[in-house]
């Protein structure tokens, strides 16, 4: 037998004890969080005449608050609907050491409204989609500054 064969079955014969003393886990979720905001509400607020005050009588507490340049604020109504699907691999090395791979497809996704409102706290402008990225958009980045 050459030396590269017995290399080749060594390294299956070890690959092989670690799968065989090893732990896969697969674990399927849904989160859900927030209902979805009453779209009619949404309607009713008319850029331009609609306060602050009367978004958030109309809408309640809102999810995220945030303050803009020149004395704007922005708030933002979100809901979460997550589903996972998550593999988990574990090889145990020792007693005390475990070393763990992880692979998640979480499709989070974080949708929602935004309200944007001038300094005078009148609505300017209503935007849908990921707050997350909304809220980035709507913050002057460092380069700005």
Do not use: H
């Amino acid at each position: 037998m050459d030396r590269l064969t017995a290399i080749s079955r060594a390294l299956a014969s070890t690959a092989l004890a670690l799968f065989a003393s090893s732990c896969v886990v697969l674990v399927f979720t849904r989160t859900r969080t927030n209902a979805p905001i009453d779209e009619a509400r949404v309607a009713e607020l008319a850029p331009g005449r609609t306060t602050f005050a009367d978004a958030l009588l109309r809408l309640g507490a809102p999810t995220d608050v945030w303050e803009l340049p020149g004395g704007a604020r922005a708030i933002a109504y979100g809901w979460l609907d997550q589903k996972g699907d998550n593999v988990n691999v574990q090889v145990p090395v020792s007693r005390n050491f475990t070393p763990n791979l992880e692979i998640e497809d979480a499709r989070k996704k974080f949708y929602g409204v935004v309200l944007f409102f001038d300094e005078s706290d009148v609505l300017v402008e209503v935007r849908r989609g990921f707050l997350r990225t909304l809220k980035r958009e709507s913050l002057p980045s460092a380069d700005d500054e």
